[in-house]
């Protein structure tokens, strides 16, 4: 209780607040399913957003899994219905009927549907790189969308949601313009709950998201406490790598000026 009374205090006597008007486009990327319209996360149970589709796309993983194969595990038979599309997409379709299993195992069975031989590891390799995979020290990296395997390239769909202010917000700017990866402010959750208990609607914090070319990308995350004063949807979208050059995303292209770092 201590600490909690020293958030209040500290909320409502030192803290910075700002009002984002009204009109403003806020957007978050995620390849979650969930039925009825966006959730605050289970962590904190704050909605988050960026002022910047590029940025909220970052936030949509490329694949719900990634395994790392090697040719003899692709070659074989198997009870896993992962790596079974993933040979049917090379051409190789074994008969699990005719197979015999020692647990999970194959032990014994013939050659694949349309081979007269066994697959060795030359031929697994050989199909894998004629359909884009690289082999990296001796594996594959395969990435899934649900049990489906992703062609190098690929990204699963998700979504981009795209939320309008109806009314001004206040916001406590916790932000600081320079983030520490060290003391990530998005884990304050006291101090979350205290900003709300004081009627403030959200909260802006330095954040950093992770891009496969830049690595871990600082910028300027919106905490919502709820979504009563945003009109959202919703449209299909998937990951896409940073471009600072871009003035929007193909599923968004007209990306809006930024205001969180101007807070």
Same mark, same amino acid.
């Given at each position: 209780?201590?600490?909690?009374?020293?958030?209040?205090?500290?909320?409502?006597?030192?803290?910075?607040?700002?009002?984002?008007?009204?009109?403003?486009?806020?957007?978050?990327?995620?390849?979650?399913?969930?039925?009825?319209?966006?959730?605050?996360?289970?962590?904190?149970?704050?909605?988050? &957003?960026?002022?910047?589709?590029?940025?909220?796309?970052?936030?949509?993983?490329?694949?719900?899994?990634?395994?790392?194969?090697?040719?003899?595990?692709?070659?074989?038979?198997?009870?896993?219905?992962?790596?079974?599309?993933?040979?049917?997409?090379?051409g190789i379709d074994y008969d699990l009927e005719d197979v015999e299993w020692d647990r999970n195992r *194959?032990?014994?069975?013939?050659?694949?549907?349309?081979?007269?031989?066994?697959?060795?590891?030359?031929?697994?390799?050989?199909?894998?790189?004629?359909?884009?995979?690289?082999?990296?020290?001796?594996?594959?990296?395969?990435? &899934?969308?649900?049990?489906?395997?992703?062609?190098?390239?690929?990204?699963?769909?998700?979504?981009?949601?795209? *939320?309008?202010?109806?009314?001004?917000?206040?916001?406590?700017?916790?932000?600081?313009?320079?983030?520490?990866? !060290?003391?990530?402010?998005?884990?304050?959750?006291?101090? &979350?709950?205290?900003?709300?208990?004081?009627?403030?609607?959200? $909260? $802006?914090?330095?954040?950093?998201? !992770?891009?496969?070319?830049?690595?871990? &990308?600082?910028? !300027?995350?919106?905490?919502?406490?709820?979504?009563?004063?945003?009109?959202?949807?919703?449209?299909?979208?998937?990951?896409?790598?940073?471009?600072?050059? *871009?003035?929007?995303?193909?599923?968004?292209?007209?990306?809006?000026?930024?205001?969180?770092?101007?807070?």
């Open positions: 209780m201590k600490n909690l009374v020293t958030a209040l205090r500290r909320i409502t006597a030192d803290v910075e607040t700002a009002t984002i008007p009204a009109g403003k486009v806020l957007f978050h990327g995620t390849l979650e399913t969930f039925a009825g319209g966006l959730k605050g996360g289970g962590y904190d149970n704050i909605i988050w &957003f960026s002022d910047s589709p590029r940025i909220a796309q970052l936030y949509i993983p490329r694949a719900g899994m990634t395994s790392h194969l090697d040719a003899e595990t692709i070659s074989r038979p198997t009870k896993d219905v992962y790596l079974q599309n993933l040979q049917k997409l090379i *194959a032990t014994s069975f013939s050659a694949p549907k349309g081979w007269d031989k066994l697959p060795k590891e030359a031929d697994v390799i050989r199909l894998m790189k004629e359909s884009g995979w690289a082999d990296e020290r001796g594996q594959f990296k395969i990435k &899934f969308n649900k049990d489906k395997p992703l062609k190098p390239g690929e990204a699963s769909p998700g979504r981009l949601f795209i *939320a309008k202010v109806k009314e001004p917000l206040t916001v406590w700017v916790k932000a600081t313009g320079d983030g520490d990866l !060290q003391d990530l402010q998005y884990h304050d959750l006291k101090g &979350f709950k205290a900003a709300e208990a004081q009627g403030l609607d959200g $909260v $802006v914090i330095d954040d950093f998201a !992770q891009s496969e070319v830049e690595g871990n &990308f600082g910028h !300027q995350s919106l905490g919502m406490f709820s979504d009563d004063k945003l009109q959202i949807r919703e449209v299909p979208a998937q990951y896409r790598e940073w471009d600072r050059e *871009a003035k929007g995303t193909p599923e968004y292209p007209n990306e809006p000026p930024g205001f969180l770092h101007k807070l």
